[in-house]
């Protein structure tokens, strides 16, 4: 199949670590089949060589945090057939959206021995805030399988097959002992979006929400457990204001318990 012939997929990076992108690159045996079904004409973390658009796909990391971001991010939907944002930052705005909960200009003036040179937005916002979105996969970073099942869904005009279930499912399916019922140890798990494989869990340590709330995730309950068994209200806030603070169950949960 000739190039031209090839739906063009680009890659565009906004406030984020590049870990989604990684994960992109870290697909190795599968990246090599997806690159033969489709032209990589825009991805700057695997090549300098960048083709114009329109593009068939576009997948966006990182969130919304200046000005100029904010007008780009426009640009990018008016070249893309099919916009997916990938990862915590783009879809619930990362862990730089702490900032949201606080005076920005105060972290400014505080770290940057001259304020007047930072150009920066009050807040750190997913995409979805300022263009519409037509997937959003969710993960800090983004699960490689799952990445390569949205980007071949769309390819094939099909609905992407992502099990929606939490985290705790994946618990079950691997055998492991429930840390929050033997040991009462804090555990986001039953809120997660399914992703990682219960990593953490696995190692005994409780689940920090990076693939964010699952469907119809029961915040308060987690939150009423968790008052009963001893933790204070300001471990109840941290608890829900890791990488995905912003995402709206979690977010609306953190405030419920700020005093």
Same mark, same amino acid.
């Given at each position: 199949?000739?190039?031209?012939? *090839?739906?063009?997929?680009?890659?565009?990076?906004?406030?984020?670590?590049?870990?989604?992108?990684?994960?992109?690159?870290?697909?190795?045996?599968?990246?090599?089949?997806?690159?033969?079904?489709?032209?990589?004409?825009?991805? #700057?973390?695997? !090549?300098?060589?960048?083709?114009?658009?329109?593009?068939?796909?576009?997948?966006?990391?990182?969130?919304?945090?200046? %000005?100029?971001?904010?007008?780009?991010?426009?640009?990018?939907?008016?070249?893309? *057939?099919?916009?997916?944002?990938?990862?915590?930052?783009?879809?619930?705005?990362?862990?730089?959206?702490?900032?949201?909960?606080?005076?920005? *200009?105060?972290?400014?003036?505080?770290?940057?021995?001259?304020?007047?040179?930072?150009?920066?937005?009050?807040?750190?916002?997913?995409?979805?805030?300022?263009?519409?979105?037509?997937?959003?996969?969710?993960?800090? #970073?983004?699960?490689?399988?799952?990445?390569?099942?949205?980007?071949?869904?769309?390819?094939?005009?099909?609905?992407?097959?992502?099990? %929606?279930?939490?985290?705790?499912?994946?618990?079950?399916?691997?055998?492991?002992?429930?840390?929050?019922?033997?040991?009462?140890?804090?555990?986001?798990? #039953?809120?997660?979006?399914?992703?990682?494989?219960?990593?953490? %869990? !696995?190692?005994?340590?409780?689940?920090?929400?990076?693939?964010?709330?699952?469907?119809? %995730?029961?915040? !308060?309950?987690?939150?009423?457990?968790?008052?009963?068994?001893?933790?204070?209200?300001?471990?109840?806030?941290? !608890?829900?204001?890791?990488?995905?603070?912003?995402?709206?169950?979690?977010?609306?949960?953190?405030?419920?318990?700020? *005093?």
């Amino acid at each position: 199949m000739a190039s031209k012939d *090839k739906p063009k997929l680009a890659v565009w990076k906004f406030a984020s670590c590049d870990g989604c992108q990684l994960s992109l690159l870290d697909c190795e045996d599968e990246l090599l089949s997806v690159a033969g079904a489709i032209e990589i004409a825009n991805f #700057p973390e695997a !090549s300098r060589a960048i083709v114009k658009g329109p593009y068939d796909i576009s997948l966006v990391e990182g969130s919304i945090t200046t %000005p100029h971001d904010a007008e780009r991010i426009h640009k990018i939907r008016r070249q893309s *057939k099919f916009l997916i944002t990938i990862g915590a930052c783009a879809t619930a705005g990362g862990i730089q959206a702490l900032r949201n909960f606080k005076d920005v *200009k105060e972290f400014i003036r505080l770290v940057y021995a001259n304020p007047a040179y930072i150009e920066t937005l009050n807040t750190s916002t997913p995409i979805s805030n300022h263009i519409h979105v037509d997937y959003e996969l969710h993960g800090c #970073p983004v699960n490689k399988y799952q990445l390569i099942e949205v980007i071949n869904a769309f390819l094939n005009k099909r609905k992407p097959n992502i099990a %929606p279930h939490s985290v705790c499912i994946d618990c079950k399916l691997k055998g492991n002992v429930c840390i929050t019922v033997a040991h009462g140890t804090a555990c986001l798990g #039953p809120v997660t979006h399914t992703g990682c494989n219960a990593l953490c %869990p !696995s190692y005994n340590r409780g689940c920090f929400g990076c693939y964010g709330p699952k469907e119809t %995730p029961n915040t !308060s309950s987690l939150a009423d457990w968790m008052s009963k068994h001893g933790f204070r209200e300001e471990e109840i806030v941290r !608890s829900f204001r890791g990488f995905n603070a912003f995402a709206e169950a979690f977010r609306k949960e953190s405030e419920s318990h700020e *005093k």
